[in-house]
Structures are given as structure tokens and as C-alpha cells.
């Protein structure tokens, strides 16, 4: 039955390794954004679970707008920074002279195809300048991966035993050469497009998060991108990732809009049903149950309003919803029998993605909200509840044996709760939920009330929280 081979693509969580998704995916208007040479949009923001690693897939696989795509991600591969303690204005310089050498080197490696688009003399003098390049890597004895892989970071394909990168290793002069000759390219009308997953990944400093890095890395993107134009270097980071950056770096101030947030309208999370549907030659009631077509994707539209992440936890529960009913029809009533499984798994998800810096915020949040699921506070009615919980709540009491739970505070931690998906509020009447474009922070600041949001209220009920076990604070 054609609801089987549907089933099978709901469970297909992870859009990196879907080997279908390209029949099935969604062009959001996120993603119309980071496509569009003539758009700021360069670094890329996104819950866990909300179709980063599908939007990459999209933009180095799908869309052909660009004449030559790099995409770079961890998958592909393993590279290495010196353990240094840098500021982001010299990660910024490094990623971008690695960034234009990297554009520089797919134009060399594609010059059969460049010699239509290119002058000679220009196409020559972009060969001599990955050459004077990596002949500098050489003669200062570094350990090559090969030619023809990415040499993004000077110090970055090396061999983990490789020395420390050389300061100053390329001159000033021959930066600045290989900026203009980039830039001549782009001009001639050749548009590059270069996307970088999870950076914090790639460029790995270790098993903690480098800010600088980070900061550093996102400041060349946009650099890159805004002075070059017909040049597009994207970066798609989750959220966590992001926001500490956006804290600590000033410099990303001086960009009207740095972040691109992936996002999706209900529409959009509908679409992305149907074209699983369309896809896998299956009917609408097939899936779902009602009288008519209507009635039947007003089940599915009433599943949308309940989701935290927007894609995952949707494809979750529909996949949850019909392994409980042995696939037949979904209707209120068996999605309901699902619900609690699929909020558990959004949690845990929440849970997770934050365990390295906030660790269990899973159970301040269930502290927060525990006898507060369906209550909708003001900002200073949740900061008067927080401040009460700072006194008397046996669990908060516990969290404060922990690093990060010293540095927030009653007025910082709604902050931090919007930055974790884990609560949703009304603007202008509506109510934004994480996986809505609405959903930032201008919005959020502007909200006339806050509340858990619906996909974490099955998890959070009323019950006993046991508190962390206290650590010692001592050095």
C-alpha cells in the first residue's frame, strides 16, 4: 500500500541522509533568502530539528542558481585550528583569506568550464595565485592533505600532528591580490556560493564551543558577502550555537540584520506533507481521516499548531501516530494517543542540544512551568515567579551548584527560555510558536504574554522534580 512507502518517509528525521528528500523537499522562504545573490541573508539560524541539514542539502544540492557550490560540513570534513586563545578579529581575518582561496580553487579546478565565462588572463592569474599559495604551505613545511580536497584554513586540512600555524604565514599584499582577482571573477558574472554546516563541528577546537571562533567565522561570512557581490558564503548554525555569539561579538551590531532565522509557516509544514504525499503516490485519506479533504487536513493542521521544532517533531508524530494504529487513518483521537510520546522526544531533543552549555535546563524549565503549563504571564509576572522559585523552590535551590545557573538570573532567564524554543507568546494576537519567522527576539521583547510552549505541556505536568545532585563549586 502506497501509505507504507509514506510511513517510511516520515521516519526519515535527519534530512543529511534522507537519500529521498531531494523528491520531497520544501523551498521555504528562509531558504529563498540564503538562495538570493541580491539578499543580506548569510548566516542562518535554526532550532535543532527545524531542516538545517535539509536547507544544506537544498543549497549545495538542489538549487542551481550558483555557477560553482562549495558545501562543507563535518561529514566531509575533519579539520583542525591551533588551540590558541584568539580573538575573533583575527579568526575573522584567517576564515576570510581561507574563504576567498577556497572560491579561488574551485574556479581553478573548474576551469574547463570557467574558460566560457572567463577571461584568459584572469582565469591565469587565479591558477597562479592558488598556486603561489600552496607552494607557501609547502615551503614552510606543512603537511598537506591534497590537492583537489578543500583547503579551507591554512591550518585547517593539515594532519592533526601538523605544527601550529605560522602567524603571517601569507603576506598582506597577496590577500589583498587574491580578494581583487575573487572579485573580478564575481564581477564578470560568475556567482559562488560557498555553505558551511555546523562550523562549530568542522573547524573543531575540541569538545567545547571556541566564541571567538565562532564570532570570527560569522563576521567573514558576512564581510565576504556583502563586499563581493555575486559571492555568497553561507553559514547554518543552531540556535545555541548562535546566541552566545551574538552576545559576546560587537561587531555583528554593525550588520542590520546578521541572522537569517530558518523558519516555517503552517502552510509551509502542510506543504511538506503533501509533498511527501504527492512523492510517495499516496492520498490524502489515506493519512488522514474525515469526510472530505478538508476535514481531513484540518487533522493536520491542528498536529501543526501543536509542534515545537516545526519539521521534526511533525514527521515524529505522524510517524508515532500511525505505528500506534497500525497505519490506519489519523484522526484527533489517535493523534492524541501519540502526543505525549512526540512532546517527550521534542523535550529530550531541547535537552540535549543544550547539555554542553546549560546543563539540566530540562529540569529548570520543568520547575518554571511544572504548576504553570497553561498559565500566561506578563514579562514581570514570570519575573515575580522566578524570583519566587529562587527562595523557595527546592529544585533551583539544586541548580545553583552549577557554573551557568550562577550567571542568569530572574531577568535573564526568560531570555534564555525563548532562546531554547521552550516557550511561545502573543504578538499582535497571534501566538508565535519556536518554528515561526515571528519568533524572534525584536517580536519577543514586544510580547504581551509568555506561556510553555503547547508541545512541552503533555511533558511538563504538575509532579515531583527530582533536583540535581549538588556538586562542589570548589577549583
Known amino acids: 500500500m502506497p501509505i507504507d512507502v509514506f510511513h517510511k518517509s516520515c521516519k526519515q528525521l535527519d534530512g543529511g541522509n534522507d537519500r529521498e528528500l531531494t523528491n520531497y523537499i520544501v523551498e521555504t522562504n528562509s531558504i529563498r533568502a540564503l538562495v538570493d545573490f541580491n539578499s543580506q541573508a548569510s548566516i542562518a539560524v535554526g532550532l535543532k530539528g527545524i531542516g538545517k541539514s535539509s536547507a544544506y542539502r537544498y543549497l549545495t544540492q538542489v538549487d542551481k542558481n550558483a555557477d560553482i557550490c562549495i558545501g562543507i560540513n563535518a561529514d566531509r570534513y575533519v579539520l583542525h585550528l591551533p588551540q590558541r586563545n584568539y580573538g575573533a578579529s583575527f579568526f575573522r581575518k584567517q576564515?576570510?583569506?581561507?574563504?576567498?582561496?577556497?572560491?579561488?580553487?574551485e574556479v581553478v579546478n573548474q576551469?574547463?568550464?570557467m574558460r566560457r565565462r572567463l577571461d584568459a588572463s584572469l582565469l591565469s592569474e587565479?591558477?597562479?595565485?592558488?598556486?603561489?599559495?600552496?607552494?607557501?604551505?609547502?615551503?614552510?613545511?606543512?603537511?598537506?592533505?591534497?590537492?583537489?580536497?578543500?583547503?579551507?584554513?591554512?591550518?585547517?586540512?593539515?594532519?592533526?600532528?601538523?605544527?601550529?600555524?605560522?602567524?603571517?604565514?601569507?603576506?598582506?599584499?597577496?590577500?589583498s591580490k587574491a580578494f581583487d582577482i575573487l572579485t573580478a571573477i564575481c564581477k564578470s558574472g560568475v556567482k559562488i556560493r560557498i555553505v558551511i554546516d555546523d562550523p562549530e563541528e568542522v573547524f573543531s577546537l575540541g569538545a567545547g564551543m571556541d566564541i571567538n571562533m565562532i564570532g570570527g567565522f560569522c563576521l567573514a561570512c558576512l564581510r565576504l558577502s556583502s563586499t563581493i557581490p555575486g559571492l555568497k558564503i553561507i553559514g547554518?548554525?543552531?540556535?545555541?550555537?548562535?546566541?552566545?555569539?551574538?552576545?559576546?561579538?560587537?561587531?555583528?551590531?554593525?550588520?542590520?540584520?546578521?541572522?537569517?532565522?530558518?523558519?516555517?509557516?503552517?502552510?509551509?509544514l502542510k506543504l511538506l506533507v503533501k509533498d511527501r504525499l504527492s512523492a510517495t503516490s499516496t492520498r490524502v485519506d489515506d493519512v488522514f481521516a474525515g469526510s472530505n479533504e478538508d476535514s481531513q487536513l484540518e487533522v493536520l493542521e491542528n498536529m501543526i499548531k501543536m509542534v515545537r521544532n516545526g519539521p521534526r517533531d511533525l514527521l515524529r508524530w505522524i510517524?508515532?501516530?500511525?505505528?500506534?494504529?497500525?497505519?490506519?487513518?489519523?484522526?484527533?483521537?489517535?493523534?492524541?494517543?501519540?502526543?505525549?510520546?512526540?512532546?517527550?522526544?521534542?523535550?529530550?531533543?531541547?535537552?540535549?542540544?543544550?547539555?554542553?552549555?546549560?546543563?539540566?535546563?530540562?529540569?529548570?524549565?520543568?520547575?518554571i512551568f511544572s504548576k504553570k503549563t497553561k498559565t500566561k504571564f506578563t514579562r514581570a509576572a514570570l519575573e515575580k515567579h522566578?524570583?519566587?522559585?529562587?527562595?523557595?523552590?527546592?529544585?533551583?535551590?539544586?541548580?545553583?551548584?552549577?557554573?551557568?545557573?550562577?550567571?542568569?538570573?530572574?531577568?535573564?532567564?526568560?531570555?534564555?527560555?525563548?532562546?531554547?524554543?521552550?516557550?511561545?507568546?502573543?504578538?499582535?494576537?497571534?501566538?508565535?510558536?519556536?518554528y515561526q519567522k515571528e519568533y524572534t527576539l525584536k517580536n519577543f521583547e514586544k510580547a504581551t504574554s509568555i506561556f510553555l510552549t503547547p508541545a512541552l505541556i503533555p511533558v511538563i505536568k504538575e509532579q515531583y522534580i527530582r533536583p540535581p545532585a549538588k556538586r562542589s563549586t570548589a577549583r
Request: aromatic fraction near 8%; proline fraction near 4%.
Open 319 to 367: 510517524d508515532l501516530t500511525l505505528t500506534k494504529s497500525n497505519e490506519q487513518p489519523i484522526c484527533t483521537e489517535t493523534a492524541n494517543l501519540a502526543l505525549e510520546d512526540m512532546c517527550q522526544s521534542s523535550f529530550d531533543e531541547l535537552a540535549r542540544a543544550h547539555s554542553g552549555t546549560h546543563e539540566n535546563i530540562e529540569l529548570m524549565i520543568k520547575a
Open 386 to 434: 522566578l524570583e519566587t522559585l529562587y527562595l523557595k523552590d527546592i529544585t533551583f535551590k539544586a541548580l545553583q551548584s552549577l557554573e551557568w545557573f550562577q550567571k542568569v538570573s530572574s531577568i535573564t532567564i526568560p531570555r534564555l527560555l525563548f532562546e531554547t524554543g521552550s516557550i511561545s507568546f502573543l504578538w499582535k494576537n497571534q501566538v508565535i510558536l519556536p
Open 236 to 268: 547554518l548554525l543552531k540556535t545555541h550555537v548562535y546566541h552566545p555569539v551574538n552576545k559576546h561579538e560587537q561587531d555583528l551590531s554593525k550588520y542590520t540584520d546578521p541572522a537569517t532565522y530558518l523558519a516555517w509557516s503552517k502552510e509551509e
Open 111 to 113: 576551469s574547463d568550464a
Open 126 to 175: 587565479a591558477r597562479k595565485t592558488v598556486d603561489s599559495f600552496l607552494e607557501k604551505l609547502k615551503s614552510a613545511g606543512r603537511k598537506i592533505i591534497g590537492f583537489g580536497i578543500s583547503i579551507v584554513g591554512i591550518g585547517l586540512t593539515l594532519h592533526k600532528d601538523s605544527p601550529e600555524e605560522p602567524e603571517g604565514l601569507i603576506p598582506e599584499k597577496d590577500i
Open 95 to 105: 576564515f576570510e583569506r581561507d574563504l576567498i582561496f577556497e572560491a579561488l580553487r
